[in-house]
């Protein structure tokens, strides 16, 4: 094998968010981040996280507990589906923080397509809350996409 | 000839049992069927089990038979029995956490009922003949496993990152390749920080900081393995020390949140457990540990069953 690196995580301002991308492991400063909240907010934009371990659980929760106690508002935005897995498996990630949209897996009857799209958490909120999931359109074929998971297992991070 | 050693099979249904007969039967031992655990109970006292399969129903929380249960897999012991193995249906994501509660269940096999004929063959062969190791055994004959050695700590993100590569290069979803990242990540990281004890059984490299340099000699060094057959994506991870335990295993697997303070090996192989579809644990006491983890590759998540797996074999001496 090869050894090529995996990436490291990464911290980006854009507009009222900080954008993380790469891994969120034991090499991951997220204990830096409630400091670069703004007005009482600390939006995250997470779209581009490819991988979280249990160390890096373990920073986000202790990273959630200073921003709580710093008395933050947490929005995550456009979270990823290797955080929504971990939101979903380890509740203590969760923390108090609001989840305003997250990506989800689909998949295309008609032509087999696969892919992860972004689902508006606060414009569904009423569907998501029946474990509906919204309705997509394939990029490919346009046909109707189906939802590639189980509805009570995947969306069950936003019930608490 | 027959043995003279049986396997006990305890199932209110009539089709899972003669199913279960028919694929246990093929390990030449005499097969015993009850129908209720105080009907196991007296089978028991006059049978020698080599292995004791119960229904995954029997033992969930609240059910009147589980405190029977116990007393079944004591006296089973007792009389030589080497494991419980329970099967869990279409009921599973359920049941499990109340299984797992229970810290007596050692084998546990996850399958849409009444078919179950790979994994329940396979456990009951490595039971019944003490061949635990290689995860040659669940994969198709033939099937090629690459090698890595891990002998330096900081390896762990690129050998996990290139794992991710050969994945998807195998034409696998994004999904599994996610799935098989994590696994192999806190597998090696386990093998790495929480296996070395000494003498005195302290885990002297549980607590450095995780992205600290190691250089691994022979002893510290952590053999990792896949392959895939088209069925299953197979991970398997090795270390020399054979330091985790059966009980240190139940509880992790067992464990769905984390402290503040959390990490360390139960919390890795929590993780890895609910992200692959079977974990198995093969053990040798301080000599190696294999852990192997089996991601279904057939199914779309929709059509997998939504709970895992799991094995753990203990090597006798």
Redesign the interface.
């Known amino acids: 094998?090869?050894?090529?690196?995996?990436?490291r995580m990464t911290i980006t301002e854009q507009g009222d968010a900080l954008v993380l991308a790469g891994?969120i492991?034991?090499?991951a400063a997220l204990h830096e981040l409630p400091a670069r909240a703004r007005n009482g907010r600390l939006v995250l934009d997470l779209a581009g996280i490819?991988?979280?371990?249990?160390?890096g659980?373990?920073d986000w929760?202790?990273m959630q507990?200073m921003a709580q106690k710093a008395g933050l508002a947490v929005e995550l935005r456009r979270v990823a589906?290797?955080v929504v897995?971990q939101l979903n498996?380890?509740?203590?990630t969760r923390g108090s923080a609001a989840v305003t949209s997250f990506f989800a897996?689909y998949?295309c009857d008609s032509c087999g397509r696969?892919e992860?799209l972004l689902v508006d958490a606060v414009a569904n909120a009423e569907r998501l809350s029946r474990l509906d999931p919204p309705p997509m359109v394939c990029p490919e074929c346009k046909s109707a996409m189906?939802?590639?998971?189980?509805p009570e297992?995947y969306f069950s991070f936003l019930t608490v | 000839m027959v043995p003279a050693s049986s396997i006990l099979i305890v199932h209110p249904d009539r089709k899972t049992q003669r199913t279960v007969q028919r694929i246990l039967g093929v390990t030449g031992h005499r097969i015993d069927v009850a129908d209720d655990l105080d009907q196991a109970m007296r089978l028991v006292a006059h049978s020698q089990p080599v292995l004791v399969v119960i229904d995954g129903a029997l033992l969930s929380e609240g059910a009147p038979e589980a405190p029977v249960m116990g007393r079944l897999v004591a006296a089973a012991k007792a009389r030589g029995a080497e494991a419980c193995m329970t099967l869990l249906g279409s009921s599973a994501a359920a049941r499990i956490p109340s299984i797992l509660d229970l810290g007596a269940v050692t084998n546990l096999l996850v399958h849409p009922m009444p078919v179950l004929a790979e994994e329940l063959t396979v456990t009951a062969h490595k039971l019944i003949h003490g061949d635990l190791f290689g995860a040659e055994k669940y994969l198709l004959w033939g099937t090629e496993l690459h090698e890595v050695v891990v002998s330096r700590g900081s390896q762990r993100p690129h050998i996990v990152a290139e794992l991710a590569e050969r994945v998807r290069g195998l034409g696998q979803s994004a999904r599994v390749a996610s799935m098989a990242m994590l696994v192999a990540d806190e597998l090696i990281s386990n093998a790495v920080h929480n296996a070395p004890v000494d003498a005195a059984g302290n885990h002297y490299r549980r607590d450095l900081p995780r992205d600290q340099e190691l250089e691994l000699d022979e002893r510290h060094q952590v053999r990792l393995r896949w392959g895939c057959d088209a069925r299953y994506f197979a991970i398997e991870v090795t270390d020399r020390f054979g330091s985790l335990d059966r009980d240190t295993i139940l509880l992790a697997l067992g464990k769905n949140d984390v402290r503040e303070d959390g990490g360390g090996a139960g919390m890795g192989i929590s993780l890895a457990y609910r992200s692959c579809d079977h974990l198995v644990f093969n053990l040798a006491p301080s000599a190696r540990t294999e852990i192997i983890a089996l991601i279904d590759v057939r199914y779309p998540p929709t059509e997998r069953m939504p709970a895992s797996s799991y094995n753990v074999f203990v090597e006798k001496r």
């Open positions: 094998m090869t050894t090529e690196n995996r990436a891994s492991d034991e090499t490819t991988f979280i371990n249990s160390l659980v373990r929760i202790r507990s589906e290797p897995h498996m380890i509740i203590a897996p998949a696969e992860s189906a939802f590639n998971d189980f297992r």
